[in-house]
C-alpha cells in the first residue's frame, strides 16, 4: 500500500523525518507531499520547500519519494492511486484539528493514520525552528 504524509514543511524537522522513518516501515511507499497551505505563509515556495526535504531523506531510503502540490491532498491520493494519508501528532491540539482534517478526507475516500510524535520530538514545531533559526539535533540518532 502507498501512503501519503502531506505538509508544508517550513522547514523540514526532526519530527517530520521521524514520522516519515516510521511510515516507510508501514508502508510498501510513502510519498512525502509538500503542500501549498493557504493559511500559511511559508518562506519558500513548495519546490523549494521539496528539494530541502530530498536533501536531509537518507540515500538508502529508497521507498521514500518527494512530490510539491498545490490542491487537496485527498484529490492527489485519488489520482495517484495512493490508500492513505498519514499524520504526525504532538498533543491533544493536533489530534483535534487532525481529526477534523482526517474525516473531511475520509468523505472523499482517503482515510487517515496518525502517528504520535516521540516524546523527546513532541515539543518540535516548523513554528519553533523558525524562530529559533536552526533545526534541533534529533537525540534517536536514526537518521
Not at 58 to 66: A, C, D, F
Not at 71 to 97: K, M, P
Not at 131 to 142: A, D, E, Q, Y
Amino acid at each position: 500500500m502507498r501512503a501519503v504524509y502531506p505538509g508544508t514543511f517550513d522547514p523540514v524537522t526532526p519530527g517530520h523525518m521521524d514520522v516519515v522513518e516510521r511510515a516507510r516501515h508501514l508502508f510498501d511507499e510513502v510519498v512525502v507531499l509538500v503542500a501549498v497551505n493557504s493559511n500559511k505563509q511559508p518562506g519558500a515556495d513548495e519546490e523549494e520547500r521539496a528539494a530541502a526535504v530530498r536533501a536531509v531523506l537518507p540515500v538508502e531510503w529508497t521507498s521514500v519519494t518527494v512530490v510539491a502540490w498545490s490542491g487537496l491532498t485527498a484529490t492527489w491520493c485519488r489520482r495517484h492511486d495512493v490508500g492513505v494519508i498519514v499524520r504526525g501528532v504532538r498533543n491533544t491540539t493536533d489530534l483535534q484539528n487532525e481529526s477534523r482534517l482526517a474525516a473531511m478526507n475520509q468523505s472523499l475516500g482517503v482515510p487517515t493514520v496518525f502517528l504520535p510524535a516521540q516524546p523527546e520530538l513532541a515539543a518540535v514545531s516548523s513554528t519553533a525552528v523558525r524562530t529559533l533559526g536552526k533545526v534541533p539535533p534529533v537525540s534517536s540518532g536514526r537518521w
